[in-house]
């Protein structure tokens, strides 16, 4: 099988690099000093679950050097997907399955409207990872999962080959009976964190000891929960309250990605996140002035950063 991950940052990196390792034929599409020091020296993991280093099959910026992919891994940011899905447009073969393992809800449907609905999975990820420097990822903390499925959440034979390979490659997976609710579900989750812990600048406990934070922060779980709702997501009380659970087991000093990333005034999926909310809402006729209020907050900067990264 042909395995091709673009975008070999935290995710793509520590995920295409457990695959690599495992003696599968991974071709890795990264850029710049990152790609040229995996070619000349492949990539490096340091690992809570083990260290290695492997060369992949190829790494390169030009996805159409690499053989017809079986399998595309999506290791970039949500951001990027109708970008990269219109260039993966040119390579795809008839039976290519691409597996998205971003945070955001809209995925999937952002993948479909530029590729054919056969050709698309749907998928997210849990660990902490990084770009340590080029060449080199850091697997810092968290169990490594991955959860997928078909839209229609069948059991194919394509899924059943995808959880063997992993399996084979020591990656955790799960094939849920509905990963719409698991893409949700960490959504939930992720949106209510990073879009106040953005706007605080703090982590989770200095969160949990504001009484008006925790509150403003549980009044946009809550929206983020009713929009999910009104899409048919079958998202319930429950769901919030164990969002709840994980948020006041979080060690002191966590934060997420997509708050850091904001913290550091890189480009961040506010736009897939708090923003995607407010959009919802908008075409939903619901209200959502939490997640409207953190986002207008942060767009200018977002803003910024994005014209300083071009
Ligand atoms: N990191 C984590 O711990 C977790 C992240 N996630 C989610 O996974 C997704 C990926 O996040 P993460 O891995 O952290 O992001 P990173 O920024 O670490 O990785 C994205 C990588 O894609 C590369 N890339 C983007 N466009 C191109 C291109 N055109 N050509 C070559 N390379 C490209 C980037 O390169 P460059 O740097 O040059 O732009 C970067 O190396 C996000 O949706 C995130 O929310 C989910 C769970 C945990
Ligand atoms: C919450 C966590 C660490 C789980 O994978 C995550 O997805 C992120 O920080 O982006």
Redesign the pocket.
């Known amino acids: 099988m042909e395995i091709l991950v ?9 995920f295409g690099g457990r695959l690599a390792n495992a003696g599968l034929n991974v071709s890795m ?4 000093e ?2 040229k020091q995996i070619q000349d020296h492949g990539l490096e993991v340091e690992s809570i679950k083990g260290d290695f280093r492997v060369k992949p099959k190829m790494a390169t ?1 030009d996805v159409a050097e690499v053989p017809t992919p079986d399998l595309i891994i ?5 951001w ?1 997907i109708p ?2 899905a219109a ?1 993966l447009k040119t390579i795809i073969g008839e039976n290519t399955v691409i597996l998205p ?4 809800a809209d ?1 999937y449907e952002k993948l479909v409207e530029i590729l054919p609905k056969k050709n698309v999975l749907a998928g ?8 340590e420097k080029p060449g080199k990822i850091k697997h810092a903390s ?1 169990e490594p999962k991955i959860v997928f499925g078909e839209a229609d959440n069948s059991k194919s034979d394509r899924v059943m080959q995808i959880h063997d390979i992993l399996d084979e490659a020591g990656i955790e997976n799960n094939i849920p009976d509905s990963i719409q609710l698991e893409i949700w579900k960490k959504f939930l989750f ?1 949106c209510t964190v990073s879009g106040i812990g953005g706007l605080t600048r703090v982590p989770i406990d200095k969160i949990r000891d504001s009484e008006y934070l925790y509150k403003m922060m549980r009044d946009s779980a809550k929206e983020i929960n009713e929009i999910g709702k009104a899409k048919g997501i079958p998202l319930t009380e429950k769901h919030l309250e164990m969002v709840f659970e994980i948020i006041n087991s979080q060690p002191e000093g966590t934060t ?3 708050q850091r ?1 904001i913290m550091n005034g890189k480009p961040s ?1 506010l736009e ?1 996140f708090n923003g995607f909310i407010v959009r919802e809402g908008e075409k939903l006729g619901l209200k959502t002035p939490v997640n409207r209020f953190i986002y207008e907050c942060l767009k200018p900067m977002e803003t910024e950063a994005r014209n300083s990264s071009q």
């Open positions: 673009y975008g070999i940052g935290g995710v793509g990196g520590y599409i990264a850029r710049g990152h790609l910026s999506l290791g970039i940011k949500s990027q970008s990269v260039e393992l971003q945070n955001g995925n997210l990820c849990f660990i902490v990872s990084y770009v968290y992720i997420a990605s997509t990333d999926e897939n």
